[in-house]
């Protein structure tokens, strides 16, 4: 038992030491493709929740708008963006690789605890999952968002007929994703109560830590990031069906907790359109 912990303590020190040790490169470049044109809602906030991330822990990089931004990513679980390229070879994709690489590279959260990391951890993974599922789901199984938000978007993008090519790539691939989560045969109420469920978490984490103003503590971390990632995604993204939009509108605490994110990162430009949709509800 006492090798098994010092072993535990030798795995859980080392990135430590490496994050003291690896300086973060002067060519850091975060790749995507144009989001007015491209960026599919699940992307977009994949991208949105990187680049917020990047701002909190002070690192700086260069934004590049990459059309095969998508084409030169090295995968990914769930969206494939945005690409974080490191110097001339390191590359990384998605929200959860580039936060894991950054943790590894810069002590941004060395003023929790181990175990404080670790519940972080698992609350990004079920955010991560529960909403780009159901931003996934929106998309690609809503009929009317499908047919007249996600199908146009990815056919014009590309000229024809590789445009329908990848729309029915895309959507092969969104569909297997949802059957790996077993979302494939949910409806859209279905889908609304698992974010109910995950928004709800959300605010009472956000209610234990109120005093301190984030939802982990004195500080912003992954977890702040990536909620705002989706949230401002969902909120601003403008499909047939905005169903997913009303439900997160219904909860004005973490709205507005979002909205001081938005304040303090990106002079607020980002939630302005917001206000007259949580005022109606």
Same mark, same amino acid.
């Given at each position: 038992?006492?090798?098994?912990q010092?072993?535990?303590?030798? #795995?859980?020190?080392?990135?430590?030491?490496?994050?003291?040790?690896?300086?973060?490169?002067?060519?850091?470049?975060l790749?995507?493709?144009?989001?007015?044109?491209?960026?599919?809602?699940?992307?977009?906030?994949?991208?949105?929740?990187?680049?917020?991330?990047l701002l909190?822990?002070? !690192? $700086?990089?260069?934004?590049? *708008?990459?059309?095969?931004?998508?084409?030169?990513?090295?995968?990914?679980?769930?969206?494939?963006l945005? #690409?974080?390229? %490191?110097?001339?070879?390191?590359?990384?994709?998605?929200?959860?690789p580039?936060?894991a690489?950054?943790?590894?590279?810069?002590?941004?959260?060395?003023?929790?605890?181990?175990d404080?990391?670790?519940?972080v951890?698992?609350?990004?993974?079920?955010?991560?999952?529960?909403?780009? !599922?159901?931003?996934?789901?929106?998309?690609f199984?809503?009929?009317?968002?499908y047919?007249?938000?996600?199908?146009?978007? *990815?056919?014009?993008?590309?000229?024809?007929?590789?445009?329908?090519?990848?729309?029915?790539?895309?959507?092969?691939?969104?569909?297997?994703?949802?059957?790996?989560?077993?979302?494939?045969?949910?409806?859209?109420?279905?889908?609304?109560h698992?974010v109910?469920l995950?928004?709800?978490?959300?605010?009472?984490?956000? /209610?234990e830590?109120?005093?301190?103003?984030?939802?982990?503590?004195?500080?912003?971390?992954? %977890?702040?990031?990536?909620?705002?990632?989706?949230?401002?995604?969902?909120?601003?993204?403008?499909?047939?069906?905005?169903e997913?939009a009303? *439900?997160?509108?219904?909860? $004005?605490?973490?709205?507005?907790?979002?909205?001081?994110i938005?304040?303090?990162?990106?002079?607020?430009?980002?939630?302005?359109g917001? /206000?007259?949709? /949580?005022?109606?509800?």
């Amino acid at each position: 038992m006492n090798v098994e912990q010092s072993l535990t303590a030798a #795995l859980m020190q080392t990135p430590g030491r490496k994050a003291e040790e690896e300086a973060w490169p002067a060519d850091a470049h975060l790749h995507q493709p144009p989001e007015m044109s491209h960026l599919l809602l699940a992307e977009r906030s994949s991208c949105l929740a990187v680049k917020t991330f990047l701002l909190m822990s002070g !690192l $700086p990089f260069s934004e590049q *708008i990459s059309e095969n931004a998508e084409f030169m990513s090295p995968g990914g679980r769930l969206t494939h963006l945005p #690409l974080l390229r %490191l110097g001339p070879i390191a590359t990384f994709a998605e929200f959860e690789p580039i936060v894991a690489q950054v943790e590894a590279m810069r002590a941004v959260n060395d003023w929790m605890s181990e175990d404080q990391r670790e519940d972080v951890r698992c609350l990004v993974t079920y955010v991560e999952n529960v909403l780009t !599922l159901a931003e996934l789901h929106m998309s690609f199984v809503d009929s009317g968002n499908y047919q007249l938000y996600t199908a146009p978007r *990815i056919e014009a993008a590309h000229p024809w007929p590789l445009g329908l090519i990848r729309r029915l790539a895309k959507q092969r691939e969104a569909r297997r994703i949802l059957k790996v989560y077993q979302w494939q045969d949910m409806d859209n109420d279905q889908v609304l109560h698992e974010v109910g469920l995950c928004v709800d978490a959300l605010v009472a984490q956000l /209610e234990e830590h109120q005093p301190e103003g984030f939802l982990c503590g004195q500080r912003p971390c992954q %977890l702040d990031a990536l909620v705002f990632g989706h949230m401002a995604a969902i909120a601003t993204t403008q499909l047939p069906n905005m169903e997913l939009a009303e *439900i997160l509108a219904t909860y $004005p605490r973490l709205m507005a907790h979002c909205r001081r994110i938005d304040e303090r990162f990106f002079g607020g430009k980002l939630l302005a359109g917001v /206000e007259q949709l /949580e005022l109606s509800k």
